[in-house]
C-alpha cells in the first residue's frame, strides 16, 4: 500500500515556477514508477511526466521543455520542476504510483489527493 501527498502548489505569473512534490508512504518507493498528472476545470485528467523505477522518464508534448521531472529515492518523493509557466498549465497536479515500468495512465494504482496550480497571465 503506497500513500502519496502533494504539495508546492499555488499562485504564480506566467513565465514563473513552481516545483511540486509528491511524498509516499509505504515500502520500497524505488520499485515503483512515479507519474504526474493534471486536470483542468472541466477536463479530463491528462498525463504530465512519468519516472520510471527503470530510471527513464517521459513527457506529454505540451510540457516538453519547460517541466522536469525527479525523484529521491532516499526521501522517498517525486517533484516536478515547472519552467516558463503557462496559463493553460492550470489545473488540479496528481502524482501517481504504479510498479508498472511504462504504465499507461488507467494502470496507476495510487492516487494522491492533488494539489492546484494557477498560472495568471
Known amino acids: 500500500q503506497v500513500q502519496l501527498v502533494e504539495s508546492g502548489g499555488g499562485l504564480v505569473q506566467a513565465r514563473g515556477s513552481l516545483r511540486l512534490s509528491c511524498a509516499a508512504s509505504?515500502?520500497?518507493?524505488?520499485?515503483?514508477?512515479m507519474g504526474w498528472f493534471r486536470q483542468a476545470p472541466g477536463k479530463e485528467r491528462n498525463f504530465v511526466a512519468r519516472?520510471?523505477?527503470?530510471?527513464?522518464?517521459y513527457y506529454a508534448d505540451s510540457v516538453k521543455g519547460r517541466f522536469t521531472i525527479s525523484r529521491d529515492n532516499a526521501k522517498n518523493t517525486v517533484y516536478l520542476q515547472m519552467n516558463s509557466l503557462k496559463p493553460e498549465d492550470t489545473a488540479i497536479y496528481y502524482c501517481?504510483?504504479?510498479?508498472?515500468?511504462?504504465?499507461?495512465?488507467?494502470?496507476?494504482?495510487?492516487w494522491g489527493q492533488g494539489t492546484q496550480v494557477t498560472v495568471s497571465s
Open positions: 501517481a504510483a504504479s510498479q508498472l515500468a511504462q504504465p499507461r495512465p488507467y494502470e496507476y494504482g495510487y
Open positions: 509505504g515500502r520500497h518507493f524505488s520499485t515503483y514508477t
Open positions: 519516472f520510471s523505477w527503470t530510471g527513464n522518464t
